[in-house]
């Protein structure tokens, strides 16, 4: 019995080669003698090497791979504070000025209703406010200045955004227009929420390489 390894490869059909008086195959006269010779060296077959495919070396169960670009990018909702602090039109300058002072933020939203009218920022208020106000050299007429009306200093030139805009389109806004914070409304003009230049800021931080 052959002592060859029993995997063999046949890589094509096997012909026969026409046979001389001598029974060794037809060749080139010239490489007889070769010929001759290499027929007494045995045959080494070729083993099998098996390389697994793409889909063979992949679990069954791995997550399909989504395209880059189909991925969807986050938007104002994710990021917005849904919790803001109002003010109405006709409220005092002395209330937005303790509401300031007790929450600590910059901006305060002017609504009637649920539909945001205006915006009053903290240095709107400032300039508004004369700032002997608590000094020893207060006045009536320095007291008076915080009698006027939100209605009276807001900015009614509002960029706002809606809750379904992407973070990246709301952070053009921010600098296309120049300004600190995005008011969040629905296509009826009702207040929904905020979003400031931080929350843009950790949004970033969140979604870059290394971010927390």
Excluded at 35 to 53: C, D, E, G, K, S
Excluded at 61 to 77: H, L, M, Y
Excluded at 158 to 164: G, K, N
Aim: with cysteine; glycine share 6%; charged share 20%.
């Amino acid at each position: 019995m052959s002592n060859w390894p029993i995997d063999l490869i046949c890589t094509g059909p096997v012909q026969a080669a026409p046979l001389l008086k001598n029974g060794l195959p037809a060749t080139d006269k010239r490489n007889m003698a070769g010929t001759q010779q290499a027929a007494r060296v045995p045959f080494q077959p070729t083993r099998t090497v098996h390389i697994p495919t793409a889909t063979q070396q992949c679990p069954a169960d791995a997550p399909p791979v989504v395209p880059s670009d189909t991925v969807a990018k986050p938007t104002v909702r994710a990021i917005m504070s849904s919790r803001t602090v109002t003010i109405t039109v006709d409220d005092s300058l002395a209330r937005a000025r303790e509401l300031f002072n007790d929450h600590h933020f910059h901006h305060l939203l002017v609504v009637q209703g649920v539909t945001l009218l205006g915006i009053i920022s903290d240095r709107d208020l400032l300039k508004a406010v004369t700032p002997n106000i608590g000094a020893l050299s207060e006045t009536d007429r320095d007291r008076a200045t915080l009698n006027k009306r939100a209605h009276q200093i807001m900015s009614r030139r509002l960029i706002t955004v809606a809750a379904d805009t992407t973070v990246e389109a709301a952070a053009r806004l921010l600098l296309e227009h120049r300004v600190s914070c995005l008011p969040v409304v629905t296509t009826a003009g009702a207040l929904e929420g905020i979003v400031t230049r931080q929350d843009l800021l950790r949004a970033y931080l969140r979604h870059s390489p290394g971010g927390g």
